[in-house]
Structure formats: structure tokens, C-alpha cells
């Protein structure tokens, strides 16, 4: 099928943005009281406007964007309808969760602002869950098209944006270190005991520590099942055949013709119309991109005696925008090599 690039734009940077939230609230959870509540609150505003801009960019799928809010109207039997509404509640519990922890810099931690920091917390993380599942289902309830009709789909959507956005958070959190060690670092003042601040530095480097072997075990964990996915693809047994598509019960038939003198909404919108070479650098990219580099720029901060985390945070930003890279990639592929059965129809044009 064709890919469109709203659609690549709109299920990568969503699923960047739940996984820097996710990222976020396990600092939160598991973490030291080390960071300051402003710069979560950073982190909960960027994972916020990361959704939004997945937003604006699958608006420009539709046909007429104006009459965007019908899409939720076939809630009771379509997941593109059950997409359009988690997503919204999504972004408003992250937002939440943002103004929230801006209040707590601002205000202290007064009892009120902790269970709005909870509350938005826990329908946060029930809204990824489900943002991811009814993206994945809108291709994996698609039984026509047998390469998307498995579970694998939405696990691969999860997975693959859990990896990405806690790739990103152990970044943000590590361009954040240097800060801690400013104020951590020991100066002229007579008498002034300094163990505290170079605990709290101490404690804010475990965490990005902590981080980055999260994001190695959640690429790792993409990796294997993105790898069921293509492996259960390449030995699928696929249904529909030339044989059944003409009802002619021979063992060799092939087309010779596309069957008409021009192109159709046919053959636009179900072939990539891409060459042989570029199909077969894609693969090649989502790999190298998307899971070999980051892989060794996160084990550089994970392993000790490697680089220090403070020094590899804008290094490490540049390793997630090729991993988006990659993801891209990945979703292209996802959709260019989806064998839709009305391709037997038409395959001088593949």
C-alpha cells in the first residue's frame, strides 16, 4: 500500500510522546526525590506537545479536515472512532499532569497538588495503554490484509514507542546533569559542607543510569517482537491467491497486462511505487537507525567506566532523532509491504 507520511508522522511522534510520559512517571515513581518538580513538568509539557503534534499532523489525512469530529461518532464498532476519542483524554491527562507538577514548583507540595499529580498519573498511563491498542487494532482488525491481522501489530506499535520515548527521556534527564552539578559542585566557602549536594548529583546520575538501561531492555524488547512480526509475515500462508481471485484452478497464472492504458485509485493508493534499491536500504535503516545506534549510545551511559551521562545528553539527543529516523522508517515499510488482496488484480504495477 501506499504510505501516508501524516499517518507515518502522527503514530511515531504519539508514540515518542506516550513513552517520554512513561519514562517520566518512572523517574517519579521509582526515583530518589532528586528532581526538581520544574523540570518534570518540562518533561510532562514536552510529552504533551509531542502528542499534539501527532495530532495536527493526522489532520492532514483527511479528505475534509473540517468535518473531523464525525470520526467519532462509530465508537460502538470502529477503532479509528475509539483512536480519535482516547487520544484527546490522553493529552488532557497529560496536560494535567504538567500543570500539576508546575504548581508543585511554583506552590510546594501541598496535599491537594499531590493527588492531582496521582490521579493525572494514573489515567496517563490507562490512556497510553489504550492509545496504543486502538491504533495497532485499526490495522490488526483488518482480516484482509493478513499481514496486519495479528496482536503482534499492537504490541509492535507499544513496544516500539516505549523504546523511543524512553530513549528520549534518559536524553532529556541526562542534558539535565550538568545543572545538578553546578550547583553540586564544591566551592570557596569556608566550612561549608558539601555531601548533600554531591548526593543529590550522586542520585540524579543513578537515575539517568536507570534510565538508560530501561530504554536498552525496551529496545531490546522492539527489537524481538517487531522481529516475530516480519518473520511471522515472511512465512505466512496468505489466503487469497490468483487461483481464488479467478476461481481458475490452475498452478500457473500470471498477468501480462495491468489490464487498462492508465493509472486507477487502484494502483495509486495500494502500490508504494518505489524501486527495488530503495526497498531494500529501508530495512537496512530501520535497523541501524532505529535499534543498533541506539543501542550502543545507551549502553555508553548504562555501563560503568563508560561515558559520563552529563556528557553524551546532547550527543544522545542526536541518536533519538535517528531513531525517529528509523522508526519512520519502519512505518513506511509497515504499510508499503501490507499485500492487500486487490493487488492480484493489478501486480504489473507492483
Avoid at 510532562?44 to 479536515?65: C, E, K
Avoid at 482516547?86 to 508546575?102: F, N, Q, R
Avoid at 522481529?227 to 476461481?247: D, E
Avoid at 494502483?267 to 511505487?273: A, L, N, S
Wanted: with cysteine; proline share 5%.
Amino acid at each position: 500500500m501506499r504510505p501516508a507520511w501524516s499517518i507515518l508522522f502522527f503514530t511515531t511522534l504519539a508514540g515518542l510522546g506516550q513513552g517520554l510520559f512513561l519514562g517520566l512517571l518512572g523517574v517519579e515513581v521509582f526515583a530518589p526525590p532528586t528532581w526538581h518538580a520544574g523540570t518534570l513538568a518540562a518533561v510532562a509539557w514536552g510529552a504533551l506537545a509531542l502528542l499534539g503534534a501527532g495530532l495536527v499532523a493526522s489532520v492532514f489525512h483527511l479528505g475534509h479536515p473540517e468535518r473531523a469530529w464525525r470520526a467519532a461518532s462509530q465508537w460502538r464498532t470502529s477503532w479509528l472512532s475509539r483512536e480519535v476519542i482516547v487520544l484527546p483524554c490522553l493529552m488532557a491527562a497529560v496536560g494535567a499532569h504538567a500543570l500539576a507538577l508546575t504548581l508543585v514548583a511554583s506552590l510546594g507540595a501541598q496535599a491537594w497538588l499531590v493527588l492531582a499529580v496521582g490521579l493525572s498519573a494514573t489515567l496517563g498511563v490507562i490512556g497510553c495503554a489504550a492509545l496504543w491498542w486502538c491504533t495497532g487494532m485499526i490495522y490488526g482488525c483488518l482480516r484482509m490484509i493478513q499481514d496486519w491481522a495479528t496482536p503482534l501489530t499492537p504490541l509492535a506499535f507499544a513496544a516500539i514507542g516505549l523504546a523511543n520515548g524512553l530513549a528520549l527521556a534518559t536524553a532529556w534527564f541526562a542534558c539535565a546533569l550538568p545543572r545538578i552539578r553546578a550547583q553540586s559542585a564544591p566551592g570557596d566557602l569556608p566550612g561549608y559542607d558539601f555531601a548533600p549536594d554531591l548526593a543529590v548529583f550522586d542520585s540524579a546520575h543513578a537515575t539517568v543510569t536507570a534510565l538508560a538501561f530501561a530504554a536498552v531492555a525496551a529496545t531490546l524488547a522492539a527489537a524481538a517482537v517487531k522481529g516475530a512480526w516480519w518473520q511471522r509475515r515472511r512465512t505466512l500462508v496468505l489466503k487469497s491467491t490468483l487461483q481464488t481471485a479467478l476461481a481458475i484452478d490452475r498452478p500457473n497464472i500470471r498477468q501480462m497486462s495491468m489490464g487498462m492504458t492508465g493509472g486507477s485509485y487502484n494502483t495509486r493508493e495500494f502500490f508504494h511505487g518505489r524501486g527495488a534499491a530503495t526497498m531494500r536500504a529501508l530495512p537496512v535503516a530501520m535497523v541501524a537507525l532505529g535499534v543498533l545506534l541506539p543501542l550502543a549510545a545507551l549502553l555508553a551511559i548504562a555501563l560503568p567506566a563508560a561515558y559520563p551521562p552529563e556528557a553524551m545528553g546532547w550527543a544522545l539527543v542526536a541518536v533519538v532523532v535517528l531513531q525517529v529516523a528509523g522508526v519512520l522508517c519502519e512505518r513506511w515499510l509497515f504499510f508499503a509491504w501490507a499485500r492487500h488482496p486487490q493487488n492480484l488484480y493489478y501486480q504489473k504495477v507492483a
